[in-house]
């Protein structure tokens, strides 16, 4: 900005072959209603313009357009009043007059190539807020599905407790299998069922048992159906097995021989319904 009709024409010579879209006004008033209509990058302005100095006039292109750019040109003698306005962020940088072209012309450029720069990194300070917002959201769902399931642990092995305790206070021998005949489970009443039988977790069911008594955990594995014995193999004992869905192992159930009688002739009586999968 310059009402000097020959510094506005010397300007515009010198932009000529730059590939710069150019505005021009004579006075700080006109300046800013070019604001009004124009996203400009860079301004150039004289300190010495009627109406209002040039720091006054890019002090309200700051509040206007705060990314934009401010050069200001000026002599020597207001050189004070150029500094200050430096240090308080008004004015971008200082050009003396008379000045040589090609110093303004790379000034210019520079001031161009800075201005990209900071619209880049503010692009790229936008896009990292943008990430860091969904890096939250993300964080903040993975710690709701952490609790959820946290949550489904708690209730599942409350239920295993509960289960287990309530196998354990049974009055009747449960002892688990998985599909190689390894035992991974006995309740508490068990021992009162296989006196004299040498068993333990991860034993395998073979070693205790003999070869009939195995045949029905074999059986149960391999026809996926309820298998049960007399109560003549051990010591008047009897032994219903269930298998577990997908070949997961077998569950062996050991009753008295008195309870196994009652037991089938209730089996009986259900069958009249048609019901009973104990073999």
Known sequence: MDDEQNVLKSLKRLLLDADYK?????????????F????????????????????EFLRKVKE????????????????????EAINEGQVYRFITKPWNDQELLTTIM???????LLKENEALNGEL????LKLQELTKSLEEKV????????VKNNALKMAQNILNYLPVGV????????????????????????????????EVFKDGECALVEKALKSQKQVGNSPSHI??????WSPLPGHGGAIGVFITGHVGKAHANKKNQNNLVGAGDVE
């Open 175 to 206: 002892l688990g299998v998985d599909s190689d005949f390894t035992i991974v489970y006995m309740n508490e009443a068990l021992n009162g069922f296989l006196k004299g039988k040498n068993f333990g977790l991860g034993m395998d069911i073979r």
């Open 64 to 83: 206007k357009s705060p990314d934009t750019l401010r050069l200001i040109l000026s002599g020597y003698a207001d050189a004070v009043a150029i500094v």
């Open 147 to 154: 609790l959820r399931r946290t949550h489904d642990l708690e």
């Open 129 to 132: 807020q943008q990430r860091n």
């Open 36 to 55: 009004d209509e124009n996203e400009i990058n860079v301004v150039i302005s004289d300190y010495r313009m009627p109406g209002m100095n040039g720091v």
């Open 110 to 116: 520079n001031t161009f190539d800075q201005y990209s």
């Open 22 to 34: 150019i505005l021009t006004a004579e006075s700080g008033e006109e300046g800013l209603k070019a």
């Open 235 to 240: 010591n008047d004992i009897n032994m219903i």
